[in-house]
């Protein structure tokens, strides 16, 4: 039996174990996965216990996903450019280290979408390690335009500098008002920060009233499921994509770093909506 793991703090409302525990069953595979609630100041000693035990991989989650780093043997180069890890693999004893939550936030993104990326202006709002994680994806995918927009705009400039350094991506960085003002320049819009996460359920990032009929708007939030920037999308009539697609495909690429299985994305979707209710 393959042990796997989470370490976060906390995790008791973690929906990994159940998503993981489902895959290796219903793919009649013997492995176990356990999250840890871990404290920052355990953390190096967690991760010794972890090879000791051999654990065969693990997921990282708040607050671990950039301290983890210095705890590995090696890190893949997305996971550097994004400057996080959420997903660790045990390769003959060694940890290497990977991000998912871009890849997975695209794969999610992809099938909501109907036109190529590359014909996409977009708008990212937020500059911590959720819109890290997704600028990186979408500079290296390559899209027609990336706008940073944030609160604090010296975090969106050392964005866009730290990417600029790596690709000739075309980024700019925009304020929140011009963002707003200007919402109607973009195709696809996407809220990586908290706002309108449970419990603060009644905020929105951003007015859409600027925004252009066949946007879409995406929320990394998936508590509640749709916040009330999507739904008030929808009552526009605009397109709009939540963040269980996100959760699900980080977390199926994370059992394929693992086994080299990926696993029934439609069946992890259902378990976690009726999760989260
Ligand atoms: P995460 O890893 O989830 O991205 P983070 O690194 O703490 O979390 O980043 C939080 C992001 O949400 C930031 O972009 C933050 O804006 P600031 O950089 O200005 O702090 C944004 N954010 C959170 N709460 C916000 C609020 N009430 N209004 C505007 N922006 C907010």
């Known amino acids: 039996n393959k042990l796997y793991g989470l370490l976060g703090h906390p ?19 013997k492995g176990y996965y356990h999250a840890f609630d871990v404290p920052e100041v355990e953390l190096k000693e967690a ?12 997921n990282v989650t708040i607050p671990h996903k950039v301290a983890i780093m210095n ?14 890890v959420n997903t660790v693999v045990n390769m003959d004893g060694r940890y290497i280290g990977y991000n998912t939550d871009g890849r997975g936030y695209l794969t999610s993104l992809l099938k909501t979408i109907d036109r190529p990326l590359h014909e996409c202006n977009v708008l990212v709002i937020g500059a ?20 940073i927009a944030n609160r604090t705009i010296t975090k969106a400039i050392e964005i866009k500098d730290n990417y ?13 008002s011009e963002a707003e003002d200007n919402l109607g320049l973009y195709d696809i819009v996407i ?3 908290s706002i309108g996460m449970s419990p603060n359920v009644n905020d929105v990032p951003i007015s859409i009233q600027h925004a252009k009929p ?6 990394l939030i998936y508590n509640p499921i749709l916040t009330k920037w999507l739904i008030q999308g929808e009552a526009k009539g605009l397109k709009t994509h939540n963040g269980v697609g996100m ?10 770093l693992w086994t080299g299985k990926y696993p029934d994305t439609e069946r992890m979707t259902e378990l976690v909506r009726k999760q989260l209710g």
């Open 47 to 58: 991760v010794d216990a972890f090879r000791l035990l051999n654990i065969s991989g693990f």
């Open 71 to 84: 705890l590995l043997d090696e890190i893949d180069e997305e996971a550097v450019m994004i400057g996080a």
């Open 214 to 219: 066949s946007v879409v708007l995406s929320d």
């Open 128 to 147: 911590g390690g959720a819109a890290r994680g997704v600028a990186t994806v979408l500079a290296n995918e390559g899209v027609a335009l990336l706008t």
């Open 191 to 193: 809220n990586t920060t």
């Open 11 to 29: 995790v008791g409302h973690s929906m990994s174990p159940l998503m993981h525990n489902d895959a290796f069953t219903h793919l009649g595979m």
């Open 247 to 256: 959760f699900v495909e980080q977390g199926a690429l994370a059992f394929q």
């Open 164 to 176: 600029q350094s790596y690709r000739h991506a075309n980024i700019t960085v925009v304020s929140m």
